[in-house]
């Protein structure tokens, strides 16, 4: 069995190159009303113009702009009745000079016609007009008005959804009105989750000497269901690496990836490097990031599925997910160009800290309001403590280059 790597720190942008490198996990194909919420896979280009022919935007007359441009309210120009456009259908004449056909916001523009009149700037305005009455038009107006063009929304051709987009009800409204009944997306990815550990029990139990409830897989799994997988609770494996190693071995064929909580670190009893030492190739591709928490993180892939090894401490955990394993799973559902945070406000640090060179440090922090300026108070705690990512409105993020950040400072705090 090869040796496992020892705790060498990597640049956390080089962390987050190697993890967002993953492949996505597959494709397949649901009904449109299944598509929202998941990642495109296949870009939609414009099959036809939309609309493909031009339509009115108000209720009133179909006209040739030329019969009423010189039309006011003292001096209407009357014009007679030749028709309608029906409700879902099409007037079958042309318009000739002199006339008009009455018309729906959303009706397709009659042939011979080039505006439509609004029926405010009409009269009579209300009640039934049959063909062959008149009607009285006090404004004159252009060709093309009232009037959304054929291609003018969207032009045959024209790219409208790309693919690796996570489709919003609205992209939806775009699928439907090409006619995408079914829609290529990315599969779910299915990740399975495991606590390690002998101090762990289950969050039911009551804790012995020495125990502490297993924390990490409620936390990990609602961050996973988030970022838009499938989570499989694999339970709490002891600290014993054969034992370790068949846990992973057992999930990894029914997965796309396995995430490990806790025994990742360079103790005595942090097996993870030793029990994911023997994956298939390429196996750990690194262990340990140069951050602040979370530095114990472990990162593997087993042919193409990622395994990772998480800080145990909760709030190293949560951190580590959001930094850098959220953006990752992402990748793996396929979706491109997604901002990791995009969440987020400008505001003054309340107190002056100091990183550690070349290492990227994340601090909790509680948003407040102080003379009229917003101030990101730093919260008390290390990695060890719980309160201070519950008490937090965010964090901030400390880049490796930065040496120190001063009291007063503007920084950007990311929004939970």
């Known amino acids: 069995m090869a040796s496992p790597p020892s705790l060498k720190l990597l640049p956390a942008e080089e962390a987050r190159r190697i993890m967002t490198g993953v492949a996505p996990a597959g494709v397949e194909r649901v009904p449109l009303r299944e598509a929202g919420g998941r990642v495109l896979a296949e870009a939609l280009v414009a099959p036809e113009n939309l609309p493909p022919a031009a339509r009115s935007v108000m209720d009133g007359y179909a006209v040739r702009a030329a019969d009423v441009a010189a039309a006011t309210p003292d001096r209407p120009a009357v014009l007679r009745v030749a028709g309608v456009v029906p409700m879902g259908g099409v007037f079958g004449g042309t318009v000739q000079a002199g006339e008009v056909v009455g018309i729906s916001t959303g009706g397709f523009l009659p042939a011979g016609a080039d505006a439509v009149v609004m029926i405010e700037q009409t009269a009579p305005r209300s009640g039934e007009v049959q063909p062959g009455d008149r009607v009285e038009i006090f404004a004159g107006i252009t060709a093309g008005a009232n009037l959304i063009a054929a291609g003018e929304d969207i032009a045959a051709g024209a790219a409208v959804l790309a693919a690796g987009r996570r489709l919003r009800p ?3 409204a775009a699928l439907a009105t090409f006619g995408v009944a079914r829609v290529a997306v990315h599969r779910r990815p299915r990740i399975a989750l495991l606590s390690t550990g002998n101090e762990l029990c289950e969050p039911t139990e ?9 924390v990490n897989q409620a936390v990990l799994g609602a961050q996973i269901a988030t970022a838009g997988c499938d989570v499989t609770y694999g339970g709490i494996v002891r600290d014993d690496a054969d034992a370790l190693r068949a846990a992973v071995a ?5 997965h796309d990836g396995v ?3 806790g025994g990742s670190s360079v103790g005595v009893k942090d097996v993870a490097a030793d029990a994911l030492a023997s994956l298939p190739s390429p196996g750990v591709l ?4 140069d951050i602040r928490p979370g ?9 193409e599925k990622p395994v990772l090894g998480m800080p145990g401490f909760p709030t190293s955990s949560m951190i580590v997910f959001d930094a850098f394993v959220r953006p990752m799973l992402w990748r793996l559902g396929g979706e491109l160009g997604r901002d990791p945070w995009p969440a987020h406000t400008p505001a003054r640090l309340g107190r002056a800290y100091t990183s550690a060179p070349g290492r990227e440090d994340y601090l909790r922090v509680r948003l407040g309001v102080e003379d009229g300026e917003r101030w990101a108070h730093p919260l008390a705690g290390g990695s060890a403590a719980i309160s201070n990512v519950v008490q937090a409105d965010g964090l901030v993020r400390v880049a490796a280059e930065r040496a120190a950040v001063a009291r007063g400072e503007t920084v950007q705090v990311w929004l939970y």
């Not at 690194?286 to 990031?289: K, L, S």
């Not at 530095?295 to 042919?303: M, N, Q, R």
């Open 170 to 172: 609205q992209d939806l």
């Open 206 to 214: 009551t804790p012995g000497a020495g125990q502490v409830r297993d």
């Open 250 to 254: 057992a999930l990894l064929p029914g």
């Open 259 to 261: 995430i490990l909580s």
């Open 286 to 289: 690194f262990h340990g990031i």
């Open 295 to 303: 530095k114990p993180t472990l990162f593997a892939l087993a042919g």
